[in-house]
């Protein structure tokens, strides 16, 4: 079990997906996405979502990710927040988002 201050140490934020584009150098199918955070800037991500998504329609859809992991290499690239999913039966990524579109940055609780 975690407390109440455990989990608020975790910063999960909307965000909105600008750029999505192939990540071949990646050990498993992945795509490095570029997202909007309002006022938090602009992060990338390493998101193993190939399976579900492709990159066209990856653009402009908000998501939901943590924002306070540290910086995380993989390959040539610098994954700066984790976009959150859930796994389906066969163990591939559904992003988590929000029913309502909402401003870019605001945190979930």
Not at 5 to 33: C, H, M, S, V, W
Not at 56 to 69: H, R, S
Not at 71 to 85: D, M, Q, R, T, Y
Request: glycine share 6%.
């Amino acid at each position: 079990m975690i407390s109440w201050q455990d989990f608020e140490k975790i910063d999960i934020r909307t965000g909105t997906i600008l750029e999505a584009n192939p990540f071949p150098e990646a050990i498993k199918p992945a795509y490095q996405l570029t997202i909007d955070f309002g006022e938090l800037g602009i992060k990338q991500s390493s998101a193993q979502i190939t399976v579900h998504y492709t990159t066209a329609e990856l653009i402009g859809k908000q998501i939901i990710a943590v924002v306070n992991f540290p910086p995380k290499k993989i390959a040539h690239f610098f994954s700066e927040c984790l976009v959150l999913g859930v796994y389906d039966e066969n163990k591939q990524v559904i992003l988590l988002q929000p029913n309502k579109t909402t401003s870019n940055g605001f945190k979930i609780g």
